[in-house]
């Protein structure tokens, strides 16, 4: 061991040791401890030239108490952070939501994740939050009732609370409006709030936001939830008996998918659900007689909502049973199939793009896509921004990611972007849960207060057959095309 001084710009440091039984490269690192001088920037100034990394202390020819010279730059000192390091629990409530790329759960205030569920999948809409933020808490019009306008102020306002929230909110004036707008939901068994079912708060929840945001009072879109979710049904209605024959069209919120032992996936089960046989009286007959109904599907919304009818009125028990048949439903579904003559001539052009722009630009993310190329270039985009049921929208429209004077037009082809399940035998009893996408690509279930990230693979499992969690809704979201 010996030990040197050495000698770099102004200053000296005596009594540097040097374990001659280590390569000259370690001496180096002591000495960028002590300047700053990383070890390749160094010149060290020894008999017969430079000192290398790997030279052999023996023939350096270094004596005890030598004076070395050394050359070089140090590194710029690193200053501290003007701020320190800030953790998540330390950020405004509304950043750590961002950070986590999900909104918060809801706590179950006793049966209520029926209500929890239903929340979760309309709250993943943004253009159904867009349109709650418009609605003015005194705008009510004279011909909405104060129930329904309090249960449209409730669903913003806890929807505004989900997104600013991380820890769990519990939706106790949504509950307790909800329960005096629809008192079923206020049913009581040995004192205590009975389950109910999703589907049917799904459906009374969109019925009032309907009326309250088309109401005159509302400064969004007349339409805003028909527009959102509305489908409308072109049906062809006949009597074999009889040779009659009409047709009528109506508007719903949802498809059926309805199960039975031929069913084994989704589209299937539509088909099942589009016909049906009703017996009414027969003008030509003079008696009842039974009718056919055969619909397809003549305007597709932003949304297609879809239900597994999957409970049914079982005498014997004197409540709803379920149909635990394993039901397949994809991750991508085409309706173009299920539509009439009259939409699928429209949905042609769209389709045709979307397939050739697919083909072009496979592997590549939606947004990614250029959106000013040749003709028949198109950018793809979600729905948000369509304002026709049929598949087209105004020339006008220049939202982000469609550029002015382009459409956007709906190509048949939808995204699940939600499913509600429930677990157990009943509809009145069992638990359901919320399966949602968010806007990161990731899934979240939303088991009331808990959400849990999940695997797209593991979300069409949710399929049936067991006592597992099954798909009871499920909710896609509209592909489209800019033309």
């Known amino acids: 061991m010996l030990t040197v001084s050495v000698k770099w710009q102004k200053e000296v440091f005596k009594s540097v040791e040097i374990d001659t039984s280590q390569p000259p490269y370690v001496f180096k690192c002591q000495l960028y401890d002590l300047t700053g001088v990383p070890p390749e920037r160094q010149k060290i100034m020894v008999k017969g030239g430079l000192l290398k990394d790997d030279a052999d202390w023996s023939t350096v020819g270094v004596k005890q108490g030598q004076k070395l010279m050394m050359m070089g730059t140090a590194d710029e000192v690193v200053k501290a952070p003007e701020k320190g390091p800030v953790f998540m629990e330390d950020l405004p409530e509304e950043e750590q939501v961002a950070s986590l790329g999900h909104s918060a759960g809801l706590f179950n205030l006793g049966n209520t994740c029926y209500m929890n569920s239903t929340v979760q999948c309309l709250h993943s809409v943004p253009e159904l939050k867009s349109a709650l933020l418009t609605y003015s808490h005194s705008g009510r019009s004279n011909d909405l009732d104060q129930t329904s306008h309090m249960l449209t102020v409730a669903t913003r306002d806890l929807f505004n609370e989900l997104d600013k929230s991380v820890k769990p909110v519990a939706p106790m004036q949504f509950w307790m409006v909800l329960r005096k707008k629809y008192p079923q939901f206020s049913q009581l068994h040995n004192g205590v709030f009975m389950q109910q079912d999703a589907e049917e708060c799904w459906t009374q929840l969109l019925y009032t936001l309907s009326q309250s945001l088309q109401s005159p009072g509302s400064s969004v879109n007349v339409d805003t939830v028909k527009d959102i979710f509305g489908i409308e049904l072109a049906s062809r209605i006949h009597c074999q008996e009889s040779g009659e024959e009409s047709s009528e069209t109506e508007s719903t919120y949802s498809l059926k998918c309805h199960i039975s032992q031929e069913v084994n ?106 959106s000013s190329s040749k003709d028949g270039d198109v950018k793809m985009t979600d729905a948000e921004g369509l304002s026709n049921a049929g598949g087209e929208s105004s020339a006008a429209t220049s939202q982000e990611g469609v550029p002015a004077g382009k459409e956007t037009c709906l190509t048949g082809v939808y995204d699940l972007v939600a499913v509600l399940t429930h677990k157990g035998r009943s509809a009145d009893s069992g638990h359901y849960v919320a399966w949602v996408k968010q806007e990161n690509g990731k899934w979240i279930e939303f088991d009331d207060d808990n959400p849990i990230p999940q695997r797209e693979e593991d979300i069409v499992k949710l399929s049936g057959g067991g006592d597992w969690h099954m798909a009871y809704i499920c909710m896609y979201k509209a592909r489209t095309v800019s033309m």
């Open 265 to 370: 996936h989704l589209h299937e089960g539509l088909k099942h659900g589009l016909k049906s046989e009703l017996e009414k009286a027969s003008p030509a007959l003079g008696r009842s007689a039974i009718y056919f109904k055969e619909s397809r599907i003549n305007g597709l919304p932003r949304y297609l909502t879809i239900q597994f009818v999957r409970f049914f009125w079982k005498r014997e028990s004197n409540q709803k049973a379920k149909i635990l048949r394993k039901v397949d439903y994809p991750l991508e579904l085409d309706v173009y199939d299920l539509c009439s003559d009259e939409l699928r001539k429209r949905l042609e052009g769209p389709r045709q793009v979307l397939r050739d722009e697919e083909g072009k630009k496979l592997g590549l993310k939606a947004n990614e896509k250029s």
